[in-house]
């Protein structure tokens, strides 16, 4: 993470600038149905991320904290309702040849392999189409870099997955073709929402190794979001924990799942021991996420902390310091004010 004077830029830590930066993204949904017109869902607040290559960054939280919502907002297919975003370092523009440019350079990978695909059509068509729009290669040398794509992402021999349908494809084979498709037009981000949460478990890890391999190899800067911590640990560079649409948490995976200072981040891991990591920490957490119509107050976690404080009610926490390149926010990491320390 970078201080800067307005936010702190969560994501790892590398030299340059990075592939792909969004500065105070915050996303508020209108209603829309009667009697709730004027009235705002606060999916996302204020966050702001910076994507170097060649690295992974995790988001985690629980259903509905908006990890989602900020994978689209990246995605540009979303307008924010304040922030912006930069790619290398440049401000993406809005003229129609950017946006074109942006979709080349920003994909993003879908939960379900099974949709994401056209039954009606080879693999072949899936990944000769954007070639084919992107690109000036036709013939031979359009089949070789088709057949290159599927063999990238070790589907071999890639002549054969070529001529196959979606029908013919396990899901993890399908979500391969979907990276190849991707890959094809060479972005520099990808976004994987949920990438193998659809996957029987048995080929997930092979799905999690492609990523690993081509944030290497492609120079890639991935987004990986999951409900996952365990997966995010054994992938990521960096965790990014996200509650009712803020970020509260963020640092080195390893860090974040041997270290976690967030209560809620404890909860989390507790709700999903790993027996790399040896012993779980115990924390009951109480209730369910609010509502992100009216949040609640001060720290939103502070209905369900069993260490919430007064001052947890009235006032948001910034982000703290809670380890090397590690921020948390909440008020247990706050120093002592001269008061509490003459008090206590
Ligand atoms: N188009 C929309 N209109 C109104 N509210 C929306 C819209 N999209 C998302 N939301 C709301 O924004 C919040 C965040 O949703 P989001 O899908 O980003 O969460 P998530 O963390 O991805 O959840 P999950 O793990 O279930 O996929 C939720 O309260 C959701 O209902
Ligand atoms: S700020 Fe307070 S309520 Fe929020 S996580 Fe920290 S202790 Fe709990
Ligand atoms: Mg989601």
Known sequence: ????????????????????????????????????????????EDVSLALPEK??????????????????????????????????????????????AYTSDVHLVLQDPFSSLNAAHSVKYHIERPLKLHTKLRGAELEAKTVELLERVSLHPGTDFAAKFPHELSGGQRQRVAIARGLAVGPRVLLADEPVSMLDVSIRLGVLNLFDE???????????????????????????????????ESGPATQITDSPQHPYTQLLLSAAPDPSRGQAPVLRGKGSPPSLVTPPT?????????????VCEERTPPPLPAGADQVAA????????????SAG
Do not use: Q
Request: glycine share 8%; with cysteine; aromatic share 4%.
């Open 55 to 100: 690295t992974v960054t995790a988001v985690v939280g629980e259903s509905g904290s908006g990890k989602s919502t900020l994978a689209r907002l990246l995605t540009g297919l979303i307008k924010p309702t304040s922030g912006e975003l930069l790619l290398d370092g440049s401000p993406v523009g809005t003229s129609a040849r950017e946006r074109r």
């Open 214 to 248: 081509l944030r290497e190899n492609e120079n890639l800067a991935i987004l990986y979001v999951t409900h996952d911590i365990a997966s995010a640990r054994y992938l990521a560079d960096t965790i990014v924990v996200m509650y009712a649409g803020e970020v509260v």
């Open 1 to 44: 993470m970078t201080e800067t004077s307005t936010a702190v830029v969560h994501g790892p830590k590398r030299e340059g600038v990075p592939a792909l930066e969004a500065r105070r993204l915050t996303k508020h949904f209108p209603l829309t149905s009667l009697g709730e017109r004027g009235r705002v869902v606060h999916a996302v």
């Open 298 to 310: 001060g720290c939103r976690f502070h209905p369900r902390c069993p260490f919430a404080m007064p």
């Open 330 to 341: 909440c008020w247990l990491l706050a120093p002592p004010t001269a008061e509490a320390a």
